[in-house]
């Protein structure tokens, strides 16, 4: 009884001095906990900033004077006129991301090392290939993403809401850097830096892949942009598990929209306005279309099993005390996640985040 009591008082004691250490040194890693409160506030806050903007812009509108074809949308006939309104509305979104990533991780004390960023240890074959990944994915799926499931929610009327002309060489340009560039940097820091590496210390890793590609897609808001961004989702955070570096994600991220915005410049460049002149939807096009995507997955498991699952994973520094002594990841991880706000291994503020996302993904649906 008195050597169990001697071991209960070393463990709590050492529990303790853990929890002295996080006081004042950075941790890098992260948590289930913090995935879910930055899911939340990625969720709330960017749709907090943009109905602030939206209303300062629509208010200014009137009082200058500006003059609207009645009965329109005064937001989207803004977006769709002036050029300069349009990039700072796209941006509201990945500004907000950014400093969400930046100011959780200094108040957080949390290492900028966690997220697992390399350049140094970057492959250039590997780095190449992911370019040509996010290429692949895109034409592999647009055929029956925008042909096949496209045409039945224009049949249904639904669409994703304000979309940006990519019409002139100019606004290719813009597009590159606004819708390119800048949504695979931000959205990787949040996702497969801060959400992912959070899962992957409570779940397998199959489990945490799911799940952060169903977050992922659940950020769009939208039953247009569900299923593709689920699959991306799945591809890049299988990356990241693997290489354990998120450069090569931000790579995949980023070449994808590279080819999405070059296909929509090309079909606005040219005015191909229907895309059913160029997706057939008939029973023989739907089936070319699934039999592409189908081949798009054979290409993409070839690639991880004989070329990514012999990568060497980029891995994290482990915590270090006071004195410089490395301790072990896990009962520093559960100083971290001891708290009564968790249903499971799920924290409430990822549930009330994928409750939320579910809402808005339902009220897109109302004409």
Request: net charge positive; with cysteine; aromatic share 14%.
């Amino acid at each position: 009884m008195k050597k169990t009591q001697e071991n209960n008082f070393e463990k709590d004691k050492e529990l303790t001095d853990n929890q002295k250490m996080s006081q004042f040194c950075k941790r890098n890693f992260y948590t289930i906990k913090d995935s879910g409160l930055v899911y939340l506030l990625a969720l709330v806050l960017p749709l907090v900033v943009s109905l602030v903007f939206s209303l300062i812009s629509v208010s200014v509108a009137g009082q200058v004077g500006l003059k609207f074809p009645e009965g329109s949308n005064i937001l989207e006939e803004l977006f769709s006129r002036y050029l300069w309104f349009a990039v700072i509305y796209l941006l509201i979104t990945q500004v907000t991301f950014l400093v969400i990533w930046f100011s959780y991780h200094k108040s957080k004390k949390i290492s900028f090392k966690a997220t697992g960023f390399s350049v140094k240890k970057t492959n250039i074959w590997t780095a190449l290939l992911c370019m040509l990944t996010g290429i692949v994915c895109v034409l592999g799926f647009v055929w029956l993403m925008e042909g096949c499931f496209g045409k039945l929610f224009t049949i249904w009327g639904i669409n994703s809401g304000m979309e940006f002309k990519i019409n002139t060489v100019g606004r290719l340009f813009v597009a590159l850097l606004v819708l390119g560039v800048v949504p695979a940097i931000v959205e990787e820091l949040i996702f497969r830096g801060v959400i992912f590496g959070g899962l992957r210390k409570s779940f397998g890793m199959w489990t945490s892949v799911l799940l952060c590609g169903l977050l992922f897609a659940l950020m769009h808001q939208s039953i247009v942009q569900l299923l593709y961004p689920f699959i991306l989702g799945c591809v890049l955070s299988i990356v990241m598990e693997k290489t354990g570096n998120i450069l090569y994600t931000i790579l995949i991220h980023m070449f994808n929209n590279f080819t999405t915005i070059l296909l929509t410049f090309v079909f606005e460049y040219f005015e191909i306005t229907d895309v059913t002149t160029v997706f057939n939807v008939k029973w023989w096009g739907v089936l070319c279309a699934i039999a592409l995507a189908g081949v798009t997955c054979v290409i993409l498991w070839v690639l991880y099993r004989f070329y990514l699952c012999k990568q060497k994973k980029l891995e994290n520094p482990q915590v270090e005390d006071s004195q410089g002594s490395k301790k072990g990841q896990e009962r520093s991880i559960s100083t971290f996640e001891d708290s009564s706000h968790m249903i499971g291994k799920i924290p409430l503020t990822m549930l009330c985040g994928i409750i939320l996302a579910a809402i808005f993904l339902v009220i897109s649906l109302i004409p």
